[in-house]
């Protein structure tokens, strides 16, 4: 393999041991240096990248694409899927710039250049770029937890990036191979390293849980390899099989010189984090701006030893499912299996823990023997909020698929999972065809906001996406009241928030119904209560 040391710079830092592989707290490198490496040939191989688009969206940009029709996106980010004319056309820019940024980086994992590597940053930075602004707004809320874990057991935090290439930061991603959460962990993998995997609870899905694993998984793997290119490759493929490289190499313990021997995601893995590293760290120079939700989302946590149900919490005091779900995503049931002796954790907003605590005993009390029967867990068929055959109830639409339609478009239009539509339709993958009738179920009551999507054109169909349906229940309810000036007076109803309210009606956010009246952060919803709402046309 051809390797051109490109020599860049030469940056004199503070003196201090270095360790191979491994950086201690009290030193860095004296050197820093690109290396370029050529992936042309190797071995009389061809490069499965020698065209630049060829499989960087279907081995990458899946989980990607997943984010966004996450629960957490859809309802606190505002979504405009719509690309910049201006980046309609993939602008390169020159190698040396791309070098020179890498250059700059504060890390200890060396950060190799190449023609892979350029085609995840163009993935990240032009193709994917919406999304990657919600990572970076994500990336708040995870990376300071992720970076105290990684700490804690003396590894580089920029291994925090690995997150990012694992699961896009959506903590209930699930792989094809079924490897779930943050750092898509297998079910054995996560069952050695202690996590709970059962009816009730999968700790894979739990941030700070899953977190302190990976850090125990990425320290046990760099023992074996001393190289933290092989360690990365071998979280992503195996032990085994970056074993297996390394013998048909010949003996190499380099990630490049092992390359066309590892499996083939695994060869886009480690381009794909230098990638995560670069746009983590260079986002505005390619004028990406972190996008935040429309509130903070600040949390605490209740200590759990009883058995409760989401529906119990929401009801009482008024936190919707949906949140207590993005929140507490660990609970595969929407049930906290606690009881004397085995404590669980749930996190709500930090504005509610005095609620919470207030109404600690009505909580538990609220359809006791509804949900738990003699005080035995009454296991769900399915959870119904989410589970992808809950058809009940809802309005059926049929879409015809039309030249340039994907499943990923088709969700955003109609405000659907992708997994929802394979199962609706006994969809492969993501293989449809032009002119197939999709089967789409929406919310009762939205059937009319959705029924001319058939008829609309691609850019119509984007921006009708941004539109928020409002029901027929809700124009006609007993709740909502209109006094001629254009103000829509809404009675705030048990289970109410902010967003579900926001979200009934077109263009208004959480924002705009605060300061129309006077609400700050911290304000608790009362039943009753009288909200002036400024519908957007």
């Given at each position: 393999?051809?390797?051109?040391?490109?020599?860049?710079?030469?940056?004199?830092?503070?003196?201090?041991?270095?360790?191979?592989?491994?950086?201690?707290?009290?030193?860095?490198?004296?050197?820093?240096?690109?290396?370029?490496?050529?992936?042309?040939?190797?071995?009389?191989?061809?490069?499965?990248?020698?065209?630049?688009?060829?499989?960087?969206?279907?081995?990458?940009?899946?989980?990607?694409?997943?984010?966004?029709?996450?629960?957490?996106?859809?309802?606190?980010?505002?979504?405009?899927?719509?690309?910049?004319?201006?980046?309609?056309?993939?602008?390169?820019?020159?190698?040396?710039?791309?070098?020179?940024?890498?250059?700059?980086?504060?890390?200890?994992?060396?950060?190799?250049?190449?023609?892979?590597?350029?085609?995840?940053?163009?993935?990240?930075?032009?193709?994917?770029?919406?999304?990657?602004?919600?990572?970076?707004?994500?990336?708040?809320?995870?990376?300071?937890?992720?970076?105290?874990?990684?700490?804690?057991?003396?590894?580089?935090?920029?291994?925090?990036?690995?997150?990012?290439?694992?699961?896009?930061?959506?903590?209930?991603?699930?792989?094809?191979?079924?490897?779930?959460?943050?750092?898509?962990?297998?079910?054995?993998?996560?069952?050695?390293?202690k996590l709970e995997i059962g009816t009730f609870v999968d700790e894979r899905r739990d941030p700070e849980k899953a977190t302190e694993a990976a850090a125990k998984y990425l320290s046990d793997l760099y023992k074996i390899y001393q190289n933290w290119h092989l360690v990365?490759?071998?979280?992503?493929?195996?032990?085994?099989?970056?074993?297996?490289?390394?013998?048909?190499?010949?003996?190499?313990?380099?990630?490049?010189?092992?390359?066309?021997?590892?499996?083939?995601?695994?060869?886009?893995?480690?381009?794909?984090?230098?990638?995560?590293?670069?746009?983590?760290?260079?986002?505005?120079?390619?004028?990406?701006?972190?996008?935040?939700?429309?509130?903070?989302?600040?949390?605490?946590?209740?200590?759990?030893?009883?058995?409760?149900?989401?529906?119990?919490?929401?009801?009482?005091?008024?936190?919707?499912?949906?949140?207590?779900?993005?929140?507490?995503?660990?609970?595969?049931?929407?049930?906290?299996?606690?009881?004397?002796?085995?404590?669980?954790?749930?996190?709500?907003?930090?504005?509610?823990?005095?609620?919470?605590?207030?109404?600690?005993?009505?909580?538990?009390?609220?359809?006791?023997?509804?949900?738990?029967?003699?005080?035995?867990?009454?296991?769900?068929?399915?959870?119904?909020?989410?589970?992808?055959?809950?058809?009940?109830?809802?309005?059926?639409?049929?879409?015809?698929?039309?030249?340039?339609?994907?499943?990923?478009?088709?969700?955003?239009?109609?405000?659907?999972?992708?997994?929802?539509?394979?199962?609706?339709?006994?969809?492969?993958?993501?293989?449809?065809?032009?002119?197939?009738?999709?089967?789409?179920?929406?919310?009762?009551?939205?059937?009319?906001?959705?029924?001319?999507?058939?008829?609309?054109?691609?850019?119509?169909?984007?921006?009708?996406?941004?539109?928020?349906?409002?029901?027929?229940?809700?124009?006609?309810?007993?709740?909502?009241?209109?006094?001629?000036?254009?103000?829509?007076?809404?009675?705030?109803?048990?289970?109410?928030?902010?967003?579900?309210?926001?979200?009934?009606?077109?263009?208004?956010?959480?924002?705009?119904?605060?300061?129309?009246?006077?609400?700050?952060?911290?304000?608790?919803?009362?039943?009753?209560?009288?909200?002036?709402?400024?519908?957007?046309?």
């Amino acid at each position: 393999m051809r390797k051109i040391q490109l020599a860049l710079a030469i940056i004199a830092l503070t003196t201090g041991q270095v360790l191979a592989g491994k950086l201690p707290k009290d030193s860095v490198p004296k050197i820093k240096r690109i290396e370029v490496v050529a992936l042309d040939t190797l071995n009389g191989y061809q490069s499965v990248y020698a065209s630049p688009d060829e499989n960087l969206n279907d081995l990458f940009g899946a989980q990607i694409d997943s984010l966004a029709n996450t629960w957490y996106i859809q309802n606190t980010f505002n979504i405009d899927f719509d690309v910049d004319p201006e980046l309609s056309e993939l602008v390169s820019l020159p190698d040396s710039i791309y070098i020179q940024r890498l250059q700059s980086i504060e890390s200890y994992i060396d950060l190799s250049y190449n023609k892979t590597v350029k085609n995840f940053i163009e993935l990240y930075t032009q193709r994917k770029r919406d999304l990657t602004e919600m990572m970076l707004g994500l990336s708040a809320y995870y990376f300071p937890m992720m970076e105290e874990k990684l700490d804690k057991y003396d590894l580089p935090l920029e291994l925090k990036y690995m997150a990012i290439i694992e699961s896009a930061l959506n903590p209930t991603a699930r792989s094809r191979a079924n490897a779930v959460g943050l750092w898509q962990f297998m079910y054995g993998t996560g069952k050695m390293y202690k996590l709970e995997i059962g009816t009730f609870v999968d700790e894979r899905r739990d941030p700070e849980k899953a977190t302190e694993a990976a850090a125990k998984y990425l320290s046990d793997l760099y023992k074996i390899y001393q190289n933290w290119h092989l360690v990365i490759a071998a979280y992503n493929c195996g032990p085994g099989n970056v074993n297996k490289a390394i013998r048909r190499s010949g003996g190499a313990r380099d990630y490049w010189s092992i390359y066309y021997y590892l499996p083939r995601e695994t060869r886009g893995y480690v381009p794909a984090f230098i990638a995560a590293a670069y746009v983590m760290n260079h986002f505005a120079q390619h004028k990406i701006q972190p996008r935040f939700p429309d509130f903070p989302i600040v949390t605490d946590t209740i200590h759990v030893q009883d058995y409760l149900h989401f529906k119990q919490v929401s009801e009482v005091i008024g936190i919707s499912t949906e949140e207590l779900q993005a929140l507490n995503p660990q609970y595969r049931m929407d049930i906290i299996p606690g009881k004397p002796g085995k404590r669980y954790v749930l996190r709500i907003p930090a504005e509610r823990v005095g609620d919470y605590i207030d109404n600690e005993e009505q909580i538990f009390a609220y359809n006791r023997t509804t949900y738990f029967p003699n005080n035995e867990i009454l296991v769900p068929k399915e959870r119904s909020s989410h589970h992808p055959s809950d058809i009940q109830g809802k309005d059926k639409i049929l879409y015809t698929v039309k030249s340039g339609d994907n499943l990923g478009y088709i969700s955003q239009w109609f405000r659907v999972r992708v997994t929802d539509l394979r199962y609706w339709n006994n969809i492969y993958k993501n293989l449809i065809r032009v002119g197939q009738k999709l089967a789409v179920y929406v919310p009762q009551g939205q059937a009319d906001h959705y029924a001319n999507i058939n008829s609309m054109s691609f850019s119509q169909k984007q921006e009708f996406a941004k539109q928020t349906p409002v029901t027929k229940a809700v124009s006609a309810s007993a709740n909502v009241s209109y006094d001629g000036s254009g103000l829509v007076h809404y009675t705030v109803r048990r289970g109410d928030t902010l967003w579900s309210i926001a979200r009934q009606f077109p263009g208004v956010s959480n924002q705009d119904i605060m300061r129309l009246n006077n609400m700050k952060n911290g304000n608790i919803l009362k039943v009753g209560q009288k909200l002036k709402i400024q519908p957007k046309s």
